[in-house]
């Protein structure tokens, strides 16, 4: 497969449709977890390694435009998009914990665990946690009571026992399990799709879109959350470090689920292609309703080119592309 057969036919984004200022977006992912004087040392020292080392913040970038398309308040936006960012830091800190997937890197720096050891690293992670709940009440805040119900519940859904965790769990003994593209789906279900689920359908909800509109959002957050996860699997199987900033080939060594190691790099990239399809699809029924939300078309878009820049003749060329 070369990389012409990729899907192109991409939504357009809204044209002049602003994003978030991404050294402002920086700023406040620092500045939401206020760290007060007198804080031990150690754990002051680790939550500013972890507050200095933001990542791409794509999420709390979509739950703003999500916000803004629904005529949402910035204040109660701002809250959940890094209420919800911290949740998501959370959960890779506990990720990359010797007892989880023992990692070394992350977002180009030392682990947490490695910097300031497993107890600072835990405690650094429920720090983010429990700040996450409570901007979670302020963007609640002034919503209906319903709302405000319905809202917890999904997020209680997706982050608990039914969702992120089960995920995780079944990530952990996936040795176990067989090694198939609906196992290893079915554990990004419950991570990676929880997450993205969580970016696009939560500031719909506390907007009051409607039950269908929330459906097709589902539905995209499935697709691009998979094929997120299966570009993420694609580059622990053909990139270094240096292109990731993160801990590559782990996922064979430590029998964790990758759908490229599963079904081949080119499998994984025919399977990426359908989910794409599917997404716009589901994108193109989505605008009909609500047209301003067209600037999903540049997520799809980067999903589509940081395909095409990981796969580049991988298929040719690398020799644990075949299935």
Known sequence: MNNQKLVRNIVPAEPGFDEPNAALLAEDFRGFLPLPAHLDSHF??????????????????????????????????????????????????????????????????????????????????????????????????????????????????????????NGQSLDLH????????????????????????????????????????????????????????IVDDLKDVLQCFSETGKSVARDVLLGRPNIAAAIGVCGAVERLNSLIRMGDLTLSRLLIIKPSLSFLGKLRADLQAELVRVTENACEMNPRAQA
Request: hydrophobic content about 45%; aromatic content about 6%; charged content about 15%.
């Open 44 to 165: 002051e020292e680790a939550l500013r390694h972890v507050l200095q080392n933001p990542g791409s913040l794509v999420r709390p970038r979509l739950v703003m435009q999500v916000a803004t398309a629904y005529g949402l308040d910035a204040t109660h936006a701002n809250s959940l998009a890094f209420a919800l960012e911290y949740f998501h830091t959370a959960s890779l800190i506990f990720d990359d914990l010797p007892c989880m997937d023992n990692a070394s890197h992350r977002r180009g720096a030392p682990c947490v665990h490695l910097a300031f050891g497993e107890p600072g690293a835990i405690l650094s992670a429920l720090a983010l946690i429990n700040r996450a709940y409570a901007l979670t009440w302020q963007a609640l805040s002034g919503c209906a009571r319903d709302t405000q119900l319905q809202v917890m519940a999904y997020l209680e859904q997706r982050l608990g026992v039914e969702g992120l965790l």
């Open 174 to 229: 996936y040795a176990k399990l067989p090694h198939n593209r609906e196992t290893t789906e079915r554990i990004a279900h419950g991570k990676t799709v929880s997450l993205i689920r969580l970016t696009l359908v939560m500031p719909a909800m506390l907007a009051g879109a409607s039950a269908r509109e929330i459906q097709l959002l589902e539905r995209i957050a499935t697709c691009w959350g998979l094929g997120y996860q």
